[in-house]
């Protein structure tokens, strides 16, 4: 359990013990600063400890945005601080500057109050000046402040004042704002009118009954499963079923996210499990179309494994983009001013946010086009509509990047090259090549194009088992190693990871097609997704702070250009028929890799607790 110290003499008719009781704090009191330094030092080095001032009055909600926030070390309202124990001996040094100080000054409360009024100044409140110390400490952690809006936290100075602050907390509805709150600021135009509007008192239901963001991301995956199922039947009642589940999964997808914001129940592997169950649901749903169309005589997996691929690579886009430009210098472009212009005039917001078919869209277009007609029309609508968005997104990021004079960092420039997932060949011949490379700007992501463009001209044109397709491949790898033999800091470096991972996947998908036998292409749709769970679970990695998967396990899947030319090679010497039964046993052996690795470091991994509140997926 979490300890909270009141500071000061209590207040008549002051309900602050009870709140943090509610907030589940075991409170204890100290009557000046010494003894709360002393109590501090009481409390067991695990546990998250609060200082709150007795006179604090406020919402409940502001002191569970203050005082109970998993991802945030230090975090501070008017009146109260808070330290995990990752923080504790940046609070403990603080509270014993501040209890060996001679005197104190005045602190003003630095938040609003509020629609209600003016901030009232907080006579000698310890903990407002255990936050001014550890502002003050070079050595210790940022202190977050969280946004209140219109939730009142203050700590009077007088009883006139505080009978003003208490008339402010009950002109705001603390509930109304905690379940808006809930609900993603960003999200697309399905999910804001048609799912958010009623998801967000289905994820309180949850919080009251003590359920769990990650029990509700899983009984989101259990539904889209079953969905699947229907439409593997390849019956029309099958297919209807199927619409209705995968909206209602959609549902469930929701309210996980609003359940972890109503609760404050943020947590790495939540954020990891919701990235990773939403792709896991979306390519199962493929599969099981795909299975429903085979039932009705007609075959469907290269337009599955088409949808999958180019999903895929619209996430490393967006990834990409995101990692290189996370904390560049002047990062500012023309193009990014015009997109902000756009977004200050409210109808372009929702034309852009639906033209990108975020998942609300995308999942809504699917459910409703698998009930009411084929798997093969789902995916022709579903290709060109991913298509378009993809075109729309690359065109302006490439814009954007080309107009912007930015310089990137050294941990940008990391995060690329993780992302790349390049294996021993290419980083041989990059270790070779990286001393005698001339820098260019665009050397990098022409590199990995022109190695790309070679080799998927190459097992495009040549027929199955062409012993010619493995200089393609050869060529690939040289030119994979070449693409980064350099710190990746150029303009259009983000680009490389989404060129590897088209190039690989489309490898593979065309030499399926081109075996032409039974299973082959089903057999590459597994390895596809075992090996595009891996570079998902490297993103959620990066973005946990938790660093790339390690080495050895890239070296043992072979990096992109070993796995692309493995699977020429086999295409090369084996038959159509062991090609197929060569697939399936690498998909499994990714697979099981890859998995084992993952569950092993989401489950017992320390990163920071991280939600994702980027744009929709």
Request: proline share 5%; aromatic share 8%.
């Amino acid at each position: 359990m979490s300890t909270a110290i009141v500071t000061g003499q209590p207040v008549p008719g002051s309900t602050l013990e009870n709140d943090l009781g509610s907030l589940g704090f075991d409170v204890r009191v100290a009557a000046d600063a010494a003894e709360a330094e002393t109590l501090l030092a009481a409390v067991p080095a695990d546990r998250r400890v609060a200082l709150v001032d007795a006179r604090f009055v406020g919402h409940p909600h502001a002191l569970r945005l203050g005082l109970t926030d998993p991802r945030f070390p230090l975090a501070a309202v008017p009146g109260a601080v808070t330290a995990q124990p990752a923080a504790r001996q940046q609070l403990t040094r603080a509270m014993a500057r501040e209890t060996s100080a001679d005197g104190a000054t005045p602190v003003e409360d630095p938040a609003p109050l509020g629609p209600g009024g003016a901030p009232a100044l907080a006579v000698d409140s310890l903990p407002d000046r255990v936050v001014a110390a550890l502002d003050a400490d070079a050595d210790g952690g940022a202190v977050h402040r969280p946004e209140l809006g219109s939730l009142v936290a203050a700590v009077p100075a007088d009883p006139q004042a505080r009978n003003e602050v208490r008339q402010a907390v009950a002109a705001v509805d603390d509930e109304a704002v905690r379940l808006k709150s809930a609900v993603k600021s960003r999200d697309g135009f399905f999910t804001t009118f048609f799912i958010s509007p009623y998801s967000r008192y289905i994820a309180r239901w949850c919080a009251r009954r003590g359920l769990t963001p990650n029990q509700v991301t899983t009984a989101s995956l259990l539904t889209a499963l079953i969905a699947a199922g229907c439409a593997a039947t390849g019956t029309r009642g099958g297919f209807v079923a199927a619409g209705v589940l995968l909206i209602v999964s959609f549902v469930l997808d929701c309210t996980d996210g609003q359940l972890a914001r109503y609760a404050l129940k943020y947590s790495t592997l939540g954020a990891w499990l919701d990235a990773t169950f939403d792709r896991a649901k979306e390519y199962a749903y493929y599969a099981g179309l795909a299975l429903g169309a085979a039932r009705g005589g007609d075959d469907v997996w290269a337009l599955a494994l088409g949808a999958m691929i180019l999903q895929t690579c619209r996430h490393v886009v967006d990834f990409s983009f995101n990692e290189a430009n996370h904390d560049a210098t002047a990062n500012t472009s023309p193009t990014a001013a015009l997109s902000d212009k756009l977004d200050s005039v409210g109808w372009t917001v929702w034309v852009r946010r639906m033209i990108v078919l975020p998942i609300g869209e995308r999942w809504a277009m699917i459910a409703v086009l698998t009930a009411v007609t084929t798997p093969r029309i789902t995916f022709y609508v579903l290709l060109a509509g991913c298509a378009f968005a993809a075109t729309y997104t690359t065109a302006g990021r490439v814009l954007r990047s080309l107009t912007r004079k930015a310089e990137r960092t050294d941990r940008a420039a990391r995060a690329l090259a993780d992302l790349t997932d390049t294996g021993p060949l290419a980083a041989t011949g990059a270790e070779r090549l990286g001393r005698r490379s001339a820098r260019h700007a665009f050397a990098a992501p022409l590199w990995a194009a022109v190695g790309a463009v070679v080799l998927l001209i190459d097992v495009s044109l040549r027929s199955f088992g062409n012993w010619q397709t493995v200089v393609g491949a050869l060529v690939y790898v040289a030119t994979s190693g070449r693409a980064v033999a350099r710190s990746l800091k150029g303009p259009l470096d983000w680009l490389v990871p989404p060129v590897f991972r088209a190039a690989e996947y489309c490898t593979v998908l065309i030499l399926a097609a081109r075996a032409e036998v039974n299973g082959a292409l089903p057999a590459a749709f597994g390895l596809v997704a075992a090996v595009a769970y891996h570079h998902y679970d490297t993103v959620y990695r990066i973005r946990g702070d938790a660093g790339a998967p390690p080495a050895w396990l890239v070296r043992a899947i072979g990096g992109h250009e070993g796995r692309t030319l493995l699977v020429t090679v086999l295409a090369v010497v084996l038959t159509a028929a062991q090609f197929t039964v060569a697939l399936t046993v690498l998909a499994v052996a990714v697979a099981l890799v890859v998995l084992v690795e993952s569950i092993r470091f989401w489950v017992s991994a320390g990163a920071p607790a991280v939600h994702d509140e980027g744009e929709p997926a």
